[in-house]
């Protein structure tokens, strides 16, 4: 009688499993089958490593284990300011070649008559002084600035059109319609503090980074000086003229102070391109 033929006992051993039980230590787990095919057990899973909790975990001493009073435990000194000083008010005003090259343009078509002027500065005052200064004598061919003044340029371009604009339509409607022909300055630039604010320690005038011009009067061809001063209610042209250049000046101007803000300005008109923040503008 012949024997089994192979694939009956390949079958037989896939249904009855392993034959043999493995021998065991106590308290071993349970036993994996093997693979009837290859005979081989599948490698067991690395037991992971144990995570620390925060139990187990070391914390930092205390105060007092570090010799350190608990109550006296005092915060680290702050760092010292990183990098080099900020440069001083003036030249942190200074213009760059485009805006400058700008300006000048701006100037030419005015025909404002002006020099450049070396740098100002000022050595009991870091801060004071005009990075690139230019002195004007003449904001238009035909308006002169009593004395001549030292600015900046981008305080020249206001006043030129300002002056061209509105102080010269304006005063063209007062009796006779004369000639606005000069404007009479008090202070221009000045390494000062600012005046008529009550503060004990006011900020740097505007005068002293030549963004700032005071006008004292009008001069007119024929018809004499227009004084600056308190005009109330007075119901006359002369107040509505210098009520006139006043407000439009804040078109051009950043701050604008005249009489009746103060003491300190009762008898000129303050014009000045203070940087603020959105452009704001101060005009009194």
Sequence with gaps: MRGPTPVLTLLALLLAGPAVAQERPPGAGPV?????????????????EAKPSEETTASPPKPEQAGVPETEEAAAPPSEAFGPPAPPAWYAARESDEDFAACRLALAMLGTVYENRPAVTNPDNPDCGIARPIR??????????EGGAEMRCDTARALGLWARDFARPAAATLPGAPRLTGLRLGSTYACRARVGTGQARPKLSEHALGNAIDISAFLF????????????????????????????????????????VNKAHAEHLHFDIAARRGDWRLCQ
Excluded: H, K, N
């Design 136 to 145: 004007v004598q003449r904001i238009l061919p035909d308006l002169i600035l």
């Design 221 to 260: 061809e024929g018809a004499g000086t227009l004084p600056v001063q308190p005009r109330r209610d007075s119901g006359d042209q002369a107040e509505a003229f210098q009520r006139t250049v006043r407000g439009a000046a804040c078109l051009f101007f950043t701050t604008v102070l005249g009489p009746g």
């Design 32 to 48: 994996r089958a093997q693979s009837a095919l290859t005979g081989i057990r599948p490698p067991e899973r690395p037991a992971e």
